[in-house]
């Protein structure tokens, strides 16, 4: 006797799949796109010693839209670890830049 496949449910690997939505995905996305050029934009300060501005624009802007994004995602319900990814961006490109505000090693 053989018994259907339960819809919505791996079959055989007794794993559950939840895709996560536009949303996150987004968030995720953005996320990934703020520390990528957030790193640029450190590696230009520190290894040739000038301003990587273009790079920490983008980094603004990159790190509001996926923070934004990422919560809108958790208030709609979303459960995904990868979310604090882009959640955690906005507030670590503020303290990097408080950080050289305060130490005054302003490019």
């Known amino acids: 006797m053989t018994t259907a496949p339960i819809p919505g ?11 996560h939505t536009r949303t996150a995905e987004l968030a995720v996305q953005l996320g ?23 790079f920490f624009v983008a980094s603004t802007f990159t790190s509001i839209a996926a923070s934004v994004t990422a919560l809108r995602a958790l208030l709609g319900g979303e459960r995904w670890r990868l979310l604090w990814v882009p959640l ?3 507030p670590a490109f503020v ?13």
């Open 32 to 54: 990934a796109v703020f520390w990528a050029l957030f790193a640029v934009g450190l590696a230009l300060v520190l290894l040739t010693d000038a301003f990587g501005g273009i």
């Open 88 to 90: 955690l961006a906005f």
């Open 95 to 107: 303290l990097f830049c408080a950080a050289i505000v305060f130490t005054g090693t302003a490019p």
């Open 9 to 19: 449910r791996a079959s055989g690997s007794g794993a559950e799949h939840h895709p």
